[in-house]
């Protein structure tokens, strides 16, 4: 009977000592957390630019810095020359959510935004610093609060350029030298109100329309960078190049909100930075490059012309008097004070 409760209570102290060891391994011996699973993140952007234009350099190039800080965890896929869809497709598949990025003008997103067009007022911006400080300052961080509410978020306030006036008839010198001629614009109703004010008649038409328009004769002329004369190949049915100046126009890279507000937090301030700094490329290259791209449309034959600024600046002030109430007057002595 002793014999039997001995080897009992030997039963008992073994099995509580296998239950001791076991608890005292878990300090000895970790055991392996379970590793989440990551899955490679495939954000498509859009644009209109060709695939040699500035615009395709910096979607490369933000797609670059962005799959490096991320590890190739975010890959941006590039879709240049509207491969991913026209513009305005582009920016209301943004606010849906069923497009990631487009790289736009801040032409088109007033429609979306009406604010916006006040960047696109006649000779709002003395220079290329004026608009870096705008458009990074305080005014411009009214436009991407704007913006967000209508559910796109600015990723980077990328460059597009000055604008300047071409044609087929004459050399344009000055403001009564555009009467009578069908100028392309963008649909923006101050690129309308502004053309029509110095008596030429303002086309809106989409940028994709825009050389078989000059080619055939349906419109005289048009207005933009140097880059797109060069890029879109004007100078072969234009004659006239005339560096006005006029307006400048941002090219803000846009990302959908829902698609912004989804990623990590970590992510979000990859793309911010990413974008930043391709923002600051762009608009050094732009600045730079201007004069190499005037020498260049000048060897191609085009009579490269530079007229009385000053009286262009007088003939559209009127255009201030209309919009000066509806974009405010404040928000537009933010936008010329800026950097001052």
Not at 98 to 119: H, I, N, Q, R, Y
């Amino acid at each position: 009977m002793k014999i039997k409760k001995l080897l009992v209570l030997m039963l008992v102290f073994a099995l509580l000592g296998t239950m001791l060891v076991g608890c005292g391994g878990s300090d000895s011996e970790p055991a392996a957390e379970a590793e989440t699973p990551q899955e490679k993140i495939v954000l498509k952007l859009g644009h209109t630019g060709a695939p040699d234009h500035p615009y395709q350099k910096a979607a490369e190039m933000f797609a670059g810095i962005v799959a490096e800080k991320t590890d190739g965890m975010v890959e941006v896929q590039i879709f240049p020359a509207d491969g991913l869809g026209k513009q305005k497709e582009l920016v209301e598949g943004a606010q849906l959510g069923t497009v990631d990025m487009v790289l736009t003008s801040d032409v088109l997103l007033s429609g979306f935004e009406p604010k916006m067009g006040a960047l696109n007022l006649p000779f709002l911006f003395e220079d290329y610093d004026h608009v870096v400080s705008a458009l990074n300052g305080e005014a411009g961080a009214a436009l991407s609060d704007a913006l967000y509410e209508k559910n796109l978020k600015v990723v980077g306030w990328w460059e597009n350029g000055f604008r300047h006036i071409s044609n087929s008839k004459r050399p344009i010198e000055k403001p009564e030298d555009l009467e009578g001629l069908k100028i392309r614009t963008p649909s923006g109703t101050v690129f309308v109100d502004t053309f029509n004010m110095m008596g030429a008649s303002a086309t809106p038409m989409s940028f994709g329309e825009l050389y078989s328009a000059l080619q055939l004769g349906t419109v005289d002329g048009q207005e933009n960078p140097t880059t797109h004369v060069l890029t879109q190949k004007f100078y072969e049915v234009q004659d006239y190049l005339s560096l006005t100046y006029h307006i400048h126009v941002a090219e803000p890279l846009m990302m959908s909100r829902a698609v912004y507000d989804s990623l990590p937090a970590e992510y979000q301030q990859i793309l911010l930075d990413a974008g930043e700094e391709v923002s600051k490329w762009s608009y050094n290259t732009t600045r730079e490059s201007e004069a190499a791209e005037i020498e260049e449309i000048k060897a191609t034959g085009m009579n490269v012309t530079v007229p009385d600024v000053d009286a262009f600046r007088e003939a559209t002030k009127v255009v201030y008097d209309k919009y000066e109430e509806q974009f405010g007057k404040d928000f537009l002595d933010m936008l010329r004070n800026a950097g001052k």
